[in-house]
């Protein structure tokens, strides 16, 4: 069963940066698309971005594209997601997970393993 670790999250001005991580444990993720979730405060959990497992391809939520980058170190078996130009409305908590397959991240499906998640917060 894989194990999934979320890390890099943190407290960040609006304009800035964060890079998170996704390590896999206990399997290889090179062929499962994974995706992105986060949840806000108060807010259902919501699907972010997801990468392909045949071409690494990524797909994203209108809110984020042209500012995250989602993509693939198979020798280090972990997904990261780069986020730029960072907003108040990104804050919440990142997860990653195994998805059952490529869609518009707003339908992805996903019966987990769930991490812990990572903690983001875009504020002045």
């Known amino acids: 069963q894989v194990q999934l670790v979320e890390s890099g999250g943190g407290l960040v001005q609006p304009g800035g940066s964060l890079r998170l991580s996704c390590a896999a444990s206990?399997?290889?993720?090179?062929?499962?698309?994974i995706g992105w979730f986060r949840q806000a405060p108060g807010e259902e959990r919501e699907g972010v971005s997801c990468?392909?497992?045949?071409?690494?391809?990524?797909l994203y939520i209108e809110s984020v594209k042209g500012r995250f980058t989602i993509s693939r170190d198979k020798a280090k078996n972990t997904i990261y997601l780069q986020m730029n130009s960072l907003k108040p409305e990104d804050t919440g908590v990142y997860y990653c997970a195994p998805i059952l397959r490529m869609v518009r991240p707003q339908l992805m499906v996903s019966f987990g393993p769930w991490g812990r998640g990572t903690q983001v917060t875009v504020s002045s």
């Open positions: 990468i392909s497992d045949s071409d690494s391809s990524g």
């Open positions: 206990g399997s290889t993720l090179d062929n499962r698309p």
